[in-house]
């Protein structure tokens, strides 16, 4: 079974500092993807980045970087530069490389603070 | 291009009654997968449905039930409502069964 845990329920940030998110997450297959997505209170899902599980490089997307350490599980999200309109839920998920469904975190309300 | 599509956005409904909830995915995607997200969760898995089949099904009821049209379009239907059905539902589409996800901005379902 897949399993996505978020320990934070909620983080602020000063804007213009950079922000951590933590995931950590259990599965038994060997091969997966890890994401990361934006819920602005519109309720769309917005794709941010992506992590394989055979990537050995951390994943880079502008001003978002995945910190991936695959021994310790965890695949935290790194937001540099915050902006008030990061303010938003954040979720992390998982899927099988061969799977068909994602498995998501309970979310972090990020909350930019000028 | 348009992004995926779903359709009410919002609406109210009564306890035992039907919804038909509607997602038209992104142009040339062919599958449609439908996620229920309760107030202060995640989203999880309800259904995925590839080249009008479904490929995957959650742990949903079987009063929860979905196809697909020829169109790639979708419909989620749920009968005998209940107030834990009371979630926000999303659709999201893929080109192919395990492509990544592009999501819809979700029906806000109310169970009263």
């Known amino acids: 079974a897949q399993k996505i845990t978020q320990t934070q329920p909620g983080m602020f940030v000063q804007e213009k500092e950079a922000v951590t998110l933590d995931c950590t997450y259990d599965?038994?297959?060997?091969?997966?993807?890890l994401f990361w997505y934006k819920q602005p209170s519109s309720g769309e899902m917005i794709f941010l980045i992506y992590q394989g599980s055979y990537d050995e490089q951390n994943a880079t997307e502008g001003r978002y970087s995945l910190n991936f350490q695959k021994a310790r599980k965890s695949a935290n999200l790194v937001i540099s530069a915050s902006q008030l309109g990061d303010s938003a839920m954040y979720f992390c998920?998982?899927?099988?490389?061969?799977?068909?469904?994602?498995?998501f975190g309970t979310g972090t309300s990020l909350t930019v603070i000028p | 291009d348009a992004g995926v599509t779903q359709s009410p956005t919002h609406l109210i409904k009564t306890r035992g009654q039907h919804v038909t909830l509607r997602c038209s995915p992104i142009?040339?995607?062919?599958?449609v997968s439908w996620y229920q997200q309760v107030l202060g969760q995640g989203p999880q898995f309800i259904f995925q449905y590839y080249e009008k089949e479904e490929r995957g099904r959650g742990n949903f009821p079987d009063r929860f039930s979905a196809r697909q049209f020829p169109n790639y379009s979708s419909e989620l239907n749920v009968n005998a409502l209940l107030l834990g059905d009371s979630a926000l539902y999303l659709c999201?589409?893929?080109?192919?069964?395990?492509?990544?996800?592009?999501f819809g901005s979700g029906t806000r379902l109310t169970v009263v």
């Open positions: 142009s040339g995607h062919k599958s």
């Open positions: 999201a589409s893929q080109r192919g069964p395990i492509s990544g996800y592009t």
């Open positions: 599965t038994s297959d060997q091969s997966y993807g």
């Open positions: 998920a998982m899927r099988a490389e061969t799977g068909n469904q994602f498995y």
